[in-house]
């Protein structure tokens, strides 16, 4: 099952997000653009691991979790990775200091289980994929005369174990599991 650890942004936010998601559509580039339930935070994404893991994942969710408190995040910045020269995720950057440390947590206790390990953590919310060059200039000239629009902050609450389904039209995503920060799982 296809699968990522991830932090749910709350309503305000991801309306926030599409406006800014809208004023882009208008470059009229190449663009999957993420869907407005799927905005979220991937603090690890895992990729197909096999039923028997999903137990061992919970419980390092558990452990890590619970020890971190409720890490405050900051939404602002638009920008690209690999960067804007040559755009292929457009995303809203931020601040959010105890992610890093988190994620950094996650990552050697899942490397641990055999899953291969990832890029080091960037804090992002994934606005869209570039599917094409149609039209990047413009879309690059829009995200800069954005600057550091300001989306605002949350209190993350919990960590969320996400399952992923693949569909033509795009992923689907459905909670699995769910950890508040230093307390008790809840599903």
């Known amino acids: 099952m296809r699968c990522f650890i991830a932090i749910l942004v709350p309503e305000e936010i991801k309306e926030k997000a599409v406006e800014i998601q809208n004023k882009l559509r208008k470059a009229n580039a190449d663009v999957k653009w993420v869907e407005k339930e799927n905005l979220h935070i991937t603090l690890r994404f895992l990729g197909e691991i096999e039923e028997h893991l999903v137990e061992r994942i919970k419980g390092i969710m558990e452990e890590v979790g619970g020890k971190f408190p409720s890490p405050l995040l900051s939404f602002k910045g638009v920008g690209a990775f690999p960067d804007l020269r040559r755009p292929k995720v457009i995303w809203i950057g931020g601040e959010a ?91």
């Open 97 to 187: 200091p105890l992610l890093g440390e988190l994620a950094k947590e996650l990552e050697e206790r899942i490397r641990n289980l055999g899953i291969p390990p990832e890029k080091e953590f960037s804090f992002h919310l994934t606005l869209g994929r570039v599917r094409s060059g149609k039209n990047i200039q413009a879309l690059v000239k829009a995200m800069q005369e954005m600057g550091e629009v300001y989306l605002g902050e949350m209190r993350a609450d919990s960590l969320s174990l996400m399952h992923s389904i693949l569909f033509p039209r795009g992923p689907q995503y459905s909670l699995l599991y769910q950890v508040h920060f230093q307390g008790n799982p809840s599903y």
